[in-house]
Every structure is written in structure tokens, then in C-alpha cells.
């Protein structure tokens, strides 16, 4: 890992829902809480330990749910990754700085995920 992918600041914004992180190189990324949630990686909500290797499909992270997710507690897990406690008392997803980063679903990162530079703005 290196050091870009490091937060600087992380902000849950109760309100709007949304977790924000400001990375080491001024990068910012807004997640919704409940696709955070959607792409918890812990082997119970990926399905199993086998699944856990396998990447997680992005587009989970824009799913609403039916219902919102209550973020009770953010706390480091050592100097690499934030684990999330939600208010069901669900735990065990640990979230690298890595996989967050990957992620980031600003326009930026999907621009540049999609392999073209956005050209046209609508
Ligand atoms: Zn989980
Ligand atoms: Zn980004």
C-alpha cells in the first residue's frame, strides 16, 4: 500500500447518509452509507469464506435499500483499514483503505475506470 491511500479525515454525515473520506493526496470520495454496507466485506454478507476472494460488484454500492443503514461506530483497525459497527450490531466487515479507494465512486475514479477521459459533460 502506499501512502495516498491513507485517509486524512473521515467524516460519517448522519444526515445525508453518506461516509466521506479525504485521502492523503486531497483525493475525496463519498460513499452512501448503505452501499457501504451493501459491499460489506465480512465473509457472513459476502456469502462465505470461498466468495471473499472474489471482487465485489460495484454497482452495489448505488443499490438503495429498502431500508437505511445506521452507521453506530467507525474504528481503525490497525494502520490499514476502518471497521464499521452498524446499529444491528453488525461488526465484522473490515474495510481496507485499499478497497475503499477502488471503490470511490466519484466521477473522477469512474472516468477513469471506464478507461476514456470524460469529454462531454451533459
Ligand atoms: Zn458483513
Ligand atoms: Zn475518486
Known sequence: ???????QDLTVNRQEETLE???????????????????CPCAECRGGHEAMSQPVERAALFERPDRTWQLSSAFLVGH???GI???????SGIYTWTFLRDLCPC???EAARAGAPEIYSA
Not at 1 to 7: A, F, L
Not at 27 to 34: D, E, G, N, Q, V
Open 1 to 7: 500500500m502506499n501512502d495516498q491511500e491513507r485517509p
Open 107 to 109: 466521477d473522477e475514479c
Open 80 to 82: 490499514y483499514a476502518l
Open 21 to 39: 473520506i479525504v485521502w492523503a493526496d486531497g483525493h475525496r470520495s463519498i460513499y452512501p452509507l448503505a452501499g457501504i454496507r451493501n459491499v
Open 85 to 91: 459497527e452498524w446499529a444491528d450490531g453488525h461488526d
